[in-house]
């Protein structure tokens, strides 16, 4: 069973930019669409983005524009790059399968926007 093992979070200012990692104990390449997703505190976990192995993405309205899913096969790495960011994108952002799957989920990476 592939385990997914988030990285990248941290403290930034807003407006500033963050790269999330999900690097995947195995391979991905036969995972056909893989997404991130994030829970704010007191809030349930949302939907961020998603992408499918043919590179067809789609994103939450709130980051659209702002937040570019990718993901690297070679690598089995899944990737988020998130700019402009603003107060309300912080989170732990997690990395899943898409739709989620229970057995995915980790432990998230944190990431902190102040303003």
């Known amino acids: 069973q592939v385990q997914l093992v988030e990285s990248g979070g941290g403290l930034v200012q807003a407006g500033g930019s963050l790269r999330l990692s999900c690097a995947a104990s195995?391979?991905?390449?036969?995972?056909?669409?893989m997404g991130w997703y994030r829970q704010a505190p007191g809030k349930q976990r949302e939907f961020v983005a998603y992408i499918y192995s043919g590179g067809m993405t789609k994103y939450a309205d709130s980051v659209k524009g702002r937040f570019t899913i990718s993901r690297d096969n070679a690598k089995n790495t899944l990737y988020l790059q998130m700019n402009s960011l603003k107060p309300e994108d912080a989170a732990v952002y997690y990395c899943n399968l898409y739709p989620a799957s229970m057995r995915y989920w980790g432990k998230g990476t944190l990431v902190t926007v102040s303003s």
């Open positions: 195995g391979s991905i390449s036969s995972i056909s669409a």
